[in-house]
Protein backbone atom coordinates (compact mmCIF):
# COMPACT_ATOMS: atom_id res chain seq x y z
CA UNK A 1 0.00 0.00 0.00
CA UNK A 2 1.88 3.31 -1.02
CA UNK A 3 1.69 6.14 1.09
CA UNK A 4 0.54 9.61 0.68
CA UNK A 5 2.63 11.98 -0.65
CA UNK A 6 4.46 10.15 -3.47
CA UNK A 7 4.79 12.06 -6.51
CA UNK A 8 1.90 12.13 -8.99
CA UNK A 9 2.76 9.86 -12.30
CA UNK A 10 3.71 12.46 -14.54
CA UNK A 11 6.01 13.78 -11.48
CA UNK A 12 3.87 16.60 -9.96
CA UNK A 13 4.31 16.64 -6.52
CA UNK A 14 1.37 16.98 -4.11
CA UNK A 15 0.43 20.60 -3.37
CA UNK A 16 1.40 19.96 0.41
CA UNK A 17 4.68 18.89 -0.59
CA UNK A 18 5.63 22.38 -1.84
CA UNK A 19 5.05 24.15 1.33
CA UNK A 20 7.63 24.86 3.16
CA UNK A 21 8.73 22.27 6.16
CA UNK A 22 7.67 24.20 9.29
CA UNK A 23 4.12 24.25 7.53
CA UNK A 24 4.41 20.16 6.82
CA UNK A 25 5.40 19.48 10.11
CA UNK A 26 2.07 18.96 11.49
CA UNK A 27 1.04 16.31 8.75
CA UNK A 28 0.47 13.06 9.14
CA UNK A 29 1.89 11.68 5.60
CA UNK A 30 5.32 14.16 5.90
CA UNK A 31 7.94 11.71 5.64
CA UNK A 32 9.59 13.47 8.71
CA UNK A 33 11.91 11.10 10.17
CA UNK A 34 15.09 8.92 9.08
CA UNK A 35 15.60 4.95 9.41
CA UNK A 36 17.10 5.44 12.86
CA UNK A 37 14.84 7.56 14.67
CA UNK A 38 11.40 5.91 12.71
CA UNK A 39 13.29 2.35 14.09
CA UNK A 40 13.69 4.05 17.45
CA UNK A 41 10.36 5.57 18.12
CA UNK A 42 8.55 2.28 16.93
CA UNK A 43 11.16 0.32 18.98
CA UNK A 44 12.49 -1.81 15.85
CA UNK A 45 15.11 -2.33 13.72
CA UNK A 46 15.66 -0.89 11.04
CA UNK A 47 15.84 -4.73 9.35
CA UNK A 48 11.82 -4.76 10.51
CA UNK A 49 11.33 -1.90 8.38
CA UNK A 50 12.75 -2.64 5.53
CA UNK A 51 11.10 -5.69 5.37
CA UNK A 52 7.76 -3.66 6.50
CA UNK A 53 8.82 -1.79 2.74
CA UNK A 54 9.05 -5.15 1.32
CA UNK A 55 5.66 -6.33 2.22
CA UNK A 56 4.27 -3.22 0.80
CA UNK A 57 2.61 -2.28 3.98
CA UNK A 58 4.63 1.11 4.02
CA UNK A 59 6.41 2.82 1.10
CA UNK A 60 8.80 5.14 2.47
CA UNK A 61 9.94 8.06 0.35
CA UNK A 62 13.15 8.86 -0.50
CA UNK A 63 15.61 11.53 0.25
CA UNK A 64 17.55 13.50 -2.76
CA UNK A 65 20.27 11.20 -1.11
CA UNK A 66 18.10 7.70 -1.34
CA UNK A 67 17.96 7.36 2.21
CA UNK A 68 14.42 6.14 3.56
CA UNK A 69 12.03 8.75 5.03
CA UNK A 70 9.00 8.23 6.96
CA UNK A 71 5.25 10.20 8.29
CA UNK A 72 4.33 9.51 11.97
CA UNK A 73 1.30 7.34 9.73
CA UNK A 74 4.24 5.06 8.31
CA UNK A 75 5.20 4.27 11.87
CA UNK A 76 1.81 4.29 13.36
CA UNK A 77 1.27 1.35 11.24
CA UNK A 78 4.78 -0.22 11.52
CA UNK A 79 4.39 0.14 15.07
CA UNK A 80 0.62 -1.95 15.08
CA UNK A 81 2.57 -4.59 12.60
CA UNK A 82 5.66 -4.87 15.42
CA UNK A 83 3.29 -5.70 18.06
CA UNK A 84 1.42 -8.37 16.15
CA UNK A 85 4.62 -9.47 15.39
CA UNK A 86 5.65 -9.43 19.27
CA UNK A 87 2.56 -11.52 20.28
CA UNK A 88 3.51 -14.25 18.04
CA UNK A 89 2.11 -13.04 14.34
CA UNK A 90 3.81 -13.60 11.10
CA UNK A 91 5.45 -10.75 9.57
CA UNK A 92 3.61 -11.40 6.54
CA UNK A 93 0.33 -11.90 8.31
CA UNK A 94 0.84 -9.14 10.34
CA UNK A 95 1.20 -6.69 7.03
CA UNK A 96 -1.86 -8.01 5.48
CA UNK A 97 -3.43 -7.54 9.21
CA UNK A 98 -2.39 -4.11 9.19
CA UNK A 99 -3.47 -2.99 5.58
CA UNK A 100 -6.70 -4.88 6.14
CA UNK A 101 -7.59 -2.38 8.95
CA UNK A 102 -6.44 0.34 7.50
CA UNK A 103 -8.50 -0.30 4.53
CA UNK A 104 -11.71 -0.93 7.02
CA UNK A 105 -10.91 2.14 8.52
CA UNK A 106 -10.84 4.19 5.33
CA UNK A 107 -13.83 2.58 4.28
CA UNK A 108 -15.43 3.50 7.70
CA UNK A 109 -14.54 7.19 7.29
CA UNK A 110 -15.92 7.48 3.14
CA UNK A 111 -19.30 5.50 4.65
CA UNK A 112 -19.57 8.42 7.57
CA UNK A 113 -18.74 11.36 5.18
CA UNK A 114 -21.56 9.64 2.54
CA UNK A 115 -23.49 9.77 5.86
CA UNK A 116 -23.25 13.02 6.37
CA UNK A 117 -23.56 14.48 2.47
CA UNK A 118 -27.14 12.22 2.35
CA UNK A 119 -28.10 13.81 5.92
CA UNK A 120 -27.70 17.07 4.17
CA UNK A 121 -29.48 16.74 1.02
CA UNK A 122 -32.41 15.29 2.97
CA UNK A 123 -32.97 18.47 4.85
CA UNK A 124 -32.34 20.56 1.82
CA UNK A 125 -35.38 19.43 0.18
CA UNK A 126 -37.88 19.80 2.94
Do not use: K, W
Not at 33 to 59: C, K, Q, S
Not at 85 to 96: L, S, Y
Amino acid sequence: MPSEGQPYADGRQPVRDRLPVADRLDDDHFPAYTMGRAAELVGATPAFLRAMDEARLIAPTRSEGGHRRYSRHQLRLALRARELVDQGTPVDAACRIVSLEERLEQAERANEELRRRDAGAVRGHR
